[in-house]
């Protein structure tokens, strides 16, 4: 089995910083692209942040300048670096993955618990 465990998240004032992290640990044998999902009170979970393998970037428009993605291959980990944050981007942040298990073919995606961000205003 995989598991995605994010940290980072909390209560923030506006125009302030948080970074999110999320681990991935369990029978994985390759891990194609990894992003960030939020969901925010009465809203449709919406993509934030993705990365893929050759560390090609996607942004939602909402927070293009002010958020960054990376990952470390090597920890099977991602990050969301958060800055300027507006109290629009109070949510639950989702880890997702879309990776292979080992003795498996092709690939699934997982997600993780995740975290609460409150900006407050």
């Known amino acids: 089995q995989v598991q995605l465990v994010e940290s980072g998240g909390g209560l923030v004032q506006s125009g302030g910083s948080l970074r999110l992290s999320c681990a991935a640990s369990?029978?994985?044998?390759?891990?194609?692209?990894m992003g960030w999902y939020r969901q925010a009170p009465g809203k449709q979970r919406e993509l934030v942040a993705k990365?893929?393998?050759?560390?090609?970037?996607t942004y939602a428009d909402s927070v293009k300048g002010r958020f960054t993605i990376s990952r470390d291959n090597a920890k099977n980990m991602v990050f969301l670096q958060m800055n300027s944050l507006k109290s629009e981007d109070t949510a639950v942040y989702y880890c997702?993955?879309?990776?292979?298990?080992?003795?498996?073919?092709?690939?699934?995606?997982?997600w993780g618990q995740g975290t609460q961000v409150t900006v407050s205003s």
């Open positions: 997702n993955a879309d990776l292979t298990t080992y003795g498996t073919i092709g690939s699934t995606f997982w």
């Open positions: 369990g029978s994985i044998s390759r891990i194609n692209s």
């Open positions: 990365i893929t393998s050759s560390t090609t970037t």
